[in-house]
């Protein structure tokens, strides 16, 4: 499942450099430690455990970019590409809340 989160992510990282003329921020990433913190998990951490925090962690990023969406003039180009990344973070949310939902009933995942 996280693997192909992984490419998806990649492929969407692609994506928008390529239709905003932008580079990603170049960064190293984040330890489990690191993103636990973040996530309010406990380390060592379950096959759960990481589902909730993916899903909180994607939640934040969508939270962000609405921030950010509402501070700028609509229709403009920043303005189209936060609320771009908001809607994939709802996605995102969307597809980790069903993965952690069908997890938690013993059944296997979509992806």
Do not use: C
């Not at 490419?7 to 994506?15: K, L, S, V």
């Not at 990603?24 to 990481?50: Q, R, W």
């Not at 003039?73 to 809340?97: F, N, T």
């Amino acid at each position: 499942l996280f693997e192909r989160l992984v490419a998806m992510e990649r492929e969407h990282n692609r994506t928008l450099t390529a239709r905003y003329h932008v580079e990603p921020p170049g960064s190293a990433a984040p330890t489990l430690a690191a993103l636990a913190i973040f996530s309010d998990i406990e380390i060592p951490a379950t096959g759960e455990a990481l589902l909730r925090m993916a899903v909180e962690l994607e939640k934040r990023a969508r939270d962000f970019f609405r921030a950010q969406h509402a501070t700028f003039e609509e229709g403009s180009e920043p303005w189209k590409l936060y609320r771009e990344l908001a809607a994939e973070e709802q996605e995102h949310v969307d597809l980790l809340s069903t993965e952690l939902v069908r997890f938690q009933r013993g059944k296997p995942g979509l992806l």
